[in-house]
């Protein structure tokens, strides 16, 4: 507290009869040396038993509502962690159910799929040995007809050249004897030379 010279004035004279000159402290009659009560040896006793009474009661209030309250709240959280445990193994076995039943279905996909693909394979194969039949077939067809043109051609050929070297004969005889010949002889004269090769 901060003093002022007025409040100084004002304040009233403290009596020194109960004062302790030694120490400037107020001694309200304190019987004894002026020790600390605490280390004084004459209250040891009366110490001794406050805190033995002190210490009872204390003891008695934590055995009986701290310890309990403290125990309760450690079970709880024991109960609460073991329940979490379960449920952690509980969803960890969902988890490897369910990633089981994934690898599963993604087995069966993948052999649907290589079964679909090995179908799509048949087919294709199927088809093209049916375009490619259908294809040689087609050429055999074409084949046998240019044989046949082929043949037909040659055979046509073959009987104008039996008329050329008749036409040839006759002209070369005219040519060479100056008499005329039929085509009747050159003709039978044609087909006995080609009959002799």
Known sequence: MLVTPSFAQDAEPVPTENLNTETGVEDHGAEGSGLFPPFDSSTFASQLLWLAITFGLFYLFMQRVIVPRIGGILENRRDRIASDFDEAERLKSEADEAIAAYEQELAEAKSKASLIGQ???????????????????????????????????????????????????????????GSTVTPATASAAVKAVANEE
């Open 119 to 177: 179908r799509a394979r048949d087919d294709a194969k199927a088809e093209a040995d049916i375009e490619r039949t259908q294809i040689e077939s087609d050429l055999a067809a074409k084949m046998a007809e240019a044989e046949k043109r082929i043949t037909e051609i040659k055979a046509r050929a073959l009987g104008e050249v039996d008329v050329i070297a008749e036409d040839t004969t006759v002209a070369i005889v005219e040519q060479l004897t």
